[in-house]
């Protein structure tokens, strides 16, 4: 590698690490990426550092357990926890790199605080209007008013739903900002760093026509079948394989983006560029009485895609590894000595165990698991705190890797000592949970309904 290469990371909304071919799945849900995992180099285990989108990314991004709940999804809330933080982009940006940031994701925007160290940083959030910041527009005013008029009757989900579904409006897709990423590799000066994180994984699993490599439904019972299985997880039922059928051709259709991507770097002369790619956290697919991503310590949620190429190294790495450790891997290939957080790097350093830790604020505390090479011990507090499931009394469990990889089988009392040791100061380590609250957008509020982290 040049002394300052050029980098690229491809971050994908809720894949779990099972449904990919290389770590085992049956289907071919990803074959290009599967091709980078044969050529590059696979991380077997890597656990993210915490379950949803901005939680996960304040690993990523900080090298740090995020001080701030999934269960308040308030932008100025999470910009205040990133306030104390050096952001990875932030020291790219310093030591010489043009930083480049694309997505979708309302959890991500600038609003919440993540724009810090970009140069170019499209979140989309007020495309549609024109501009480049919220609009107080008496039409989305009104609007706002009537959802929350319906989500204090807890409807205002249930309305966005069937908005969708009578006008069978599809979700955004990639193409959307594809000449932007385009436009970036072509201007952009050396060194650079291109993130792209594709919301077309999350559900409501729907990809365009083309991509359906299994049966699924079309778009306006797609919307209802996402409600349902959200909202009356016990309703869905013989549904089930459509709501997996679908989530799996989001990745086929993810797939192809990597592809292109990979052949416009190619083209540009940048082939040899770092490439990494991975998750930010997976989605239950009617295991342990859920669907989607509650912050669940599973590894349906919890274990997600690792692959670098470009990097110096293939093969295959087991781990445990932890997102947390990633920014630093980053900053490693950049040849910067500067490291984030409590984080170390996935490439020069290997841990014996990873935590991972959602807050949930001062009623319930915490969810927490540790994770060995070949056990995870876990603990979610008393309560239905995750919408759907009651763990009554707390529940403590440990469970084998490559024993029992669907976690069904409780075997606590037969786990090392070491790994609940390490459960159990991660729930005395102060979190130094954030206190904010104020007003959200209407924009905000509308892309946050859609992603279902406003019921």
Known sequence: MTENPNIVMVSWDSVRADHMPFHGYDRSTCPFVSEMAQEGLLFENTQVSAVGTAASFTGVFTGDHASATMLNPDPSYWAKSLEGERLLPEVLQEEGYHTGGFHFNALMSSNFGWNRGWDVYEDHMWDEKGG?????DSDEDLKSKVYDFLQKRDMGNFAMHLKKSITGETPVKWEKMWGEIEKFIEDAPEPWFLWVLLIDTHHPY???????????????????????MRRHRDLVGERRQSVIDSYDNTMRYADEFVRQLDKKLESEGYGDA????????????GEHANYGHRPLMYDTVTRVPLVMKNVGESGVREGPHSLMDLGNAILEIANIDERLGQGQSVLSHDRDTVTVQNLLGDEFGRTVAAVGPKWKVLYHPEGDWGHGMDFEGGSWEAYKHNEDPMEEENRWGEHPKKLEEKLRTQLETDAGEVRSKGDMDNETKERLRELGYIE
């Open 132 to 136: 480049n910041s919220p609009t107080d």
């Open 206 to 228: 729907y990809a365009p026509p083309e991509s359906h490599e299994w049966s699924q439904p079309g778009i306006r019972p797609t919307y209802a079948l996402n409600y349902l």
């Open 274 to 285: 770092p490439f990494i790619f991975h998750s930010d956290h997976g989605d239950e697919m």
